[in-house]
């Protein structure tokens, strides 16, 4: 059988933790041939670890997507740099898997749109909650119709204290912002999936730096103290986003706020029929429970699905959510398929972030066309 013939850009966390990995575990659909950083040592560390014989490395994007032999490519770079990158891989005539978010401004996210859409290739965005058991659990329900007309949800991206002290994270020139558009993003794109509603009229938000320049907050900090002087993007955001048919959704982002309880990558969603809430978080030990509450027989009822315990990309098998993402994404090249995360959809979640943003900084609503 045909494997696909990936090409690697970045060799960071991202890379090692989750898609060297997931990639890794399906030797029969695919070769990782080529290995792109700016700091050669990781690139060379990965080629010698996940890549297939006679693999190559490079320290130039440009220079990996002129290989014939790629069909495709990871984009696994800082956010700021997502755009440029699958912009150049699809005129190369490659498909692109590009990490979440996006990218980190609606004008750079549309430019990677035009571009995939001029290429005619394959295009996905790394939201692997999508592939969790809870996470499939609850689409089902809602795309069968058990909780109703959907008009209220709450999209979930809250740590206590667990902001990341390594790479880029803090260097708000490389990322774009903070935790709204690094874990706010898959909180999002979970609660618009599982509504089935793109259709934004307006965004209100707010941005706060209150705890990241605090000595203070940074010393119980999950992955140890950061630098309060270096910190510069926002310690929490919140979103009001309203939907064409008057459906409305809050998102909660944070990576330090006093808040007693951590719940990230997850969302409540309240039908007209029942509700449901996603509880647990990706930097926690405990996994997720899907918990759906409705009326039987004019009692207020609760059932609860549960997954058990895990920690994001470190539990291993080929069950985890970024194994079956890797999987999904390989066969849709294979067999010419969809792939589960469509680029129109990643494209809504990067634009009400990106308005957030802008909404903080203006003290204004925005409103979409």
Partial sequence: MAKVKIGIIGCGGIANQKHFPALSAYPDKCEMIAFCDIIEERAKTACEKYGAPGAKVYTDYQELLKNPEIDTVYVLTPNVVHSPITVAAFEAGKNVMCEKPMAHTTEAAQAMMDAWKKSGKKFTIGYQNRFRKDSQCLHAACEAGDLGEIYFAKAHAIRRRAVPTWGVFPDKSKQGGGPLIDIGTHALDI???????????????SVFEKLGHSE??????????WDPTTFEVEDSAFGYIKMKNGATIFLESAWAINMAKSREAACTLCGTKAGAEQLGSMSMEGGYDLLFNETTHGKLTEKRFSEGGSIAFFSGGKTDPEYLEASQWLDAILYDKEPLVKPEQAFVVTKILDNIYKSAATGKTIYFD
């Fill in 216 to 225: 203070l907050a940074a010393q119980d900090n999950m992955f140890g103290p």
């Fill in 191 to 205: 609660t618009l999936w599982c509504m089935d509603n793109y259709d934004v009229e307006s965004v209100t938000g």
